[in-house]
């Protein structure tokens, strides 16, 4: 069984820059969400796909995007990078259902300087 | 919207007994979870209630109290590996699930 898998795993961006992120679900998951963590906080969920669409969102601006293919990978982009933009981001998959427990990634380490 | 309390920091002594509360205020309730996660690396499952009562895991136990929005997570045995943070997750509506802000737990000898 393969874990979930996050690339890259540490990545500097200036303020303003896009950036995208990589999620590789564990297998037999349809359900990815990503999520942010800054330090000594807990996850805050940004969204979550399921069969390629939205299926759910956080308190998060609309220069955080994301993308479900068909293999259940996924991608979290944003855009106009901002100082406060650096943390933790982790991406989980699960089955569909609210009492699927999430399996996470090792997350990417986002510095925006 | 989703509001979890949890204390921040908890020291206790290897061998021991530790009790983690978490409390919660949410507008959809599917289960609560809690997650270990260690220093640098991912959150890890170690629970799902959602009905009332405690579940059992071998030397970690959660129960569940829908009706005060209370959860708590016992820890057996304290071992010095489980230093970690504790994290309390509910499962609203719409798929969401909503963490708390973790309890560093620290096991001393």
């Known amino acids: 069984e393969t874990g979930v898998t996050q690339s890259p795993t540490h990545l500097i961006k200036t303020r303003g820059q896009q950036v995208t992120l990589r999620c590789s679900s564990q297998?037999?998951?349809?359900?990815v969400s990503w999520y942010q963590q800054a330090l000594g906080q807990g996850p805050q969920f940004i969204f979550q796909y399921y069969r390629e669409e939205e299926n759910g969102r956080g308190n998060f601006p609309p220069r955080f995007s994301g993308l479900q293919f068909p293999n259940y990978s996924s991608e979290l982009n944003v855009n106009a990078l901002e100082l406060d933009d650096s943390a933790l981001y982790l991406c989980?998959?699960?089955?569909?259902?609210?009492?699927?427990?999430?399996?996470f990634g090792n997350g990417t380490r986002l510095t925006v300087t | 919207g989703q509001n979890i309390d949890q204390p921040t920091e908890m020291t206790a002594t290897e061998g021991a007994i530790v009790q983690i509360n978490c409390t919660y205020q949410t507008s959809g309730f599917n289960g609560l979870f809690w997650y270990q996660q260690h220093a640098g690396e991912a959150p890890t499952f170690l629970s799902y209630n959602v009905l009332d009562g405690l579940e059992e895991k071998g030397r970690f136990s959660s129960f569940l109290s829908r009706s005060k929005g209370y959860s708590y997570l016992l820890l057996k045995e304290l071992q010095m590996k489980d230093s970690a943070s504790y994290l309390c997750a509910v499962s609203g509506g719409y798929q969401k699930v909503t963490f708390g802000t973790g309890t560093k737990l620290q096991v001393i000898p």
């Open positions: 989980a998959s699960s089955l569909t259902g609210g009492n699927s427990p999430l399996h």
């Open positions: 297998s037999g998951h349809n359900t």
